[in-house]
Each structure stands twice: as structure tokens, then as C-alpha cells.
């Protein structure tokens, strides 16, 4: 069985490779036996409370970095939260003074309608019409405002 491989002991190559291989071992074994003795000289023990203590602690230490980091996650994100508020207000401001615009600009168009007009029957019914325009667009206006104002409670 061992030649079927051509690693085995008989082969040229192969016993020089177990024998480097088994050095390697005794070494390691060696390493270890050093290792113990080491541990052992240098080992600290503790009774069962002191013990119990610095697991405590240890569990500590890593709760509260855990901590720190969800707290440094949730400044990040208060930021972003007054960052988007400051948004929205501004949004609301240029919203509520487009409605003031368009409210004076209807009021004028109104009063030079009514100035100019002649009260026949075709001319009311022109100037229904281009009232009740005005007042959607104005509504649809007034709707964005109350959209953003909603949205700025939050």
C-alpha cells in the first residue's frame, strides 16, 4: 500500500520527508512542554468571587461599547432627523409665501376683472369661471402648505 502512493518509507524522497516530519513533531512537542511551564510560572489564580468579579466587569466593558456605538448610531441620525426638519420648514416658508403670491395676484386679476368687464351675462359667466379657477389653483397651493406643515409636525 505504500508504494501505491509513492510516498511511502521506501521511497527515496518519502522517508527523508517523514523523518523532517517527525523532527517537526518532537519539536512541537517541545514548544509545548515550554508553553506549560511558562503558563504555569506565570499564571494567576483567583478564587471563585474574584473571578465571578472580573466577568462582570469584562461583560461591562463590552455592554457599554456597545452602547456607545447605538449612541454614536443615534446622534447620526438626530442629525440627519434636524437636518430633514430644517428642510421641511423652509419648504413650508417658500410654499406659504407662493400662496401669498398667488392669493394677491388672484385679488388683482379680480379687481381688473371687475373693472373692466361689463356686467352682461356672457361676462359673469367669464368671470365665474376664471373666479373658480383661481380658487383651485389658491386651494391647490393651500393644500401643499397643509402637506408640509403635516409633515413638519412629525
Not at 516530519?21 to 509545548?32: D, F, P
Not at 473571578?51 to 447620526?76: G, M, N
Not at 356672457?122 to 403635516?150: E, M, R, T
Amino acid at each position: 500500500m505504500a508504494e501505491k502512493g509513492g510516498g511511502g518509507i521506501e521511497g527515496g524522497g518519502g522517508g527523508e520527508r517523514w523523518k523532517a516530519a517527525l523532527v517537526n513533531l518532537s519539536e512541537m512537542g517541545t514548544n509545548v512542554e515550554s508553553l506549560q511551564k511558562i503558563l504555569v510560572k506565570k499564571a494567576v489564580f483567583v478564587d471563585e468571587e474574584t473571578s465571578a468579579k472580573s466577568s462582570l466587569t469584562s461583560e461591562q466593558a463590552r455592554t457599554i461599547e456597545a452602547l456607545e456605538h447605538r449612541v454614536e448610531a443615534l446622534e447620526r441620525e438626530l442629525d440627519a432627523a434636524i437636518a430633514a426638519a430644517a428642510r421641511a420648514r423652509t419648504e413650508k416658508r417658500q410654499a406659504e409665501a407662493a400662496q401669498r403670491a398667488a392669493e394677491l395676484r388672484a385679488k388683482d386679476l379680480t379687481r381688473e376683472l371687475e373693472n373692466t368687464t361689463s356686467m352682461n351675462s356672457s361676462s359673469i359667466s367669464a368671470f365665474f369661471f376664471f373666479s373658480i379657477s383661481l380658487l383651485i389653483y389658491v386651494g391647490s397651493c393651500y393644500s401643499h402648505v397643509s402637506y408640509v406643515s403635516a409633515s413638519d409636525a412629525r
